[in-house]
């Protein structure tokens, strides 16, 4: 593979996490990456050295002069992206009933519209191209939702059902669409992460509790570096999957999700029939 057939890689949210070990992988295979970031100086030591097949460029997903400039001087530079990584975002915690009207839609702005805005402005290349692939970074509380932080697995959720739909319909484009859902990981989340306290008595124990042991714990397995070899390689596998959990803990919680909702379709599977009309009513498969 010659440097001008090398795929090139457009990755948002690059100062830290799974972005910014995603930039670290993709060089190291000969690839070439635009880095992005709100702040491009947080990044430049990514493409240091290796300027011939890295950019690093200023991005703030919610700003859409930035998202036509970023994706622009890709295009300048290398002519073409084949993978869009959808990786900025953050996280906010609060109860449902305690949550801040404007930090909720300042992280919606992030983790979705942002997400969307970029995919908007990337999609004409690929289907010019005739393919390529879109990552979709979600989480496991875009699959199950938990105390404390039910704004941010809303947000998340939205992202796993926007990336369903496109799926949908770009595969007839040679367009792969990958949802990676990773667990706790070591990629500095909580210091970004936003909250409000909950002072309500009725929420001690659980919300309370648990913004709390999301601010101070250390008990992390996941593996930064790791993960983004295991997007690499589903990205890159004979059949790529539509969704990829990352951690024991993601794993064996979406199981249990997946447990629960079989268990209450399959107790409540007369009641949900009987709500058809009697003439158009089918057995479950």
């Known amino acids: 593979m010659t440097e001008n057939t090398a795929p090139v890689w457009f990755i948002t949210g690059c100062s830290k996490g799974f972005g910014r070990e995603?930039?670290?992988?993709?060089?190291a295979r000969g690839w070439r990456v635009v880095a992005t970031a709100r702040n491009p100086a947080a990044i430049a030591d990514l493409v240091a050295g290796h300027e011939d097949r890295a950019l690093a460029l200023a991005l703030d997903v919610t700003r859409p002069e930035q998202i036509e400039a970023s994706v622009a001087a890709t295009m300048k530079r290398f002519?073409?992206?084949?993978?869009?990584?959808?990786?900025a975002?953050?996280?906010?915690a609060a109860s449902v009933e305690e949550g801040d009207e404007a930090a909720i839609r300042t992280m919606f702005d992030t983790n979705?519209?942002?997400?969307?805005?970029?995919?908007?402005k990337v999609l004409p290349i690929l289907r010019a191209q005739g393919g390529g692939a879109i990552v979709n970074l979600s989480s496991l509380a875009g699959l199950s939702g938990n105390a404390g932080t039910g704004y941010y697995a809303a947000s998340k959720f939205a992202v796993e059902g926007l990336s369903d739909a496109l799926a949908k319909e770009v595969e007839q484009f040679g367009i792969k669409v990958l949802l990676v859902e990773p667990g706790p990981f070591e990629t500095e989340f909580t210091r970004s992460l936003a909250s409000?306290?909950?002072?309500?008595?009725?929420?001690a124990g659980s919300v309370a509790t648990r913004i709390d042991q999301l601010l101070t714990s250390t008990n992390r397995p996941g593996?930064?570096?790791?993960?983004?070899?295991a997007i690499i390689a589903a990205l890159?596998?004979?059949k790529t999957p539509h969704r990829l959990v990352l951690g024991a803990k993601a794993l064996n919680d979406v199981r249990a999700k997946l447990d629960s909702m079989r268990r209450d379709f399959?107790?409540?599977?007369?009641?949900t029939l009987e709500a058809d009309y009697p003439e158009a009513r089918a057995p479950a498969r």
């Not at 002519?79 to 990786?87: E, F, Q, T, Y």
């Not at 942002?114 to 908007?120: D, E, K």
């Not at 399959?266 to 009641?271: F, G, I, N, P």
Request: glycine share 8%; proline share 4%; charged share 20%.
């Open 22 to 27: 995603l930039v670290k992988r993709v060089l």
């Open 89 to 92: 975002g953050y996280g906010y």
């Open 79 to 87: 002519g073409r992206i084949d993978v869009l990584v959808n990786n």
């Open 266 to 271: 399959d107790t409540w599977e007369k009641v």
């Open 196 to 203: 409000t306290a909950s002072t309500l008595p009725a929420y």
């Open 112 to 120: 979705l519209f942002g997400l969307a805005a970029v995919t908007r």
């Open 236 to 238: 890159t596998a004979a």
């Open 223 to 229: 593996d930064p570096v790791r993960a983004a070899e």
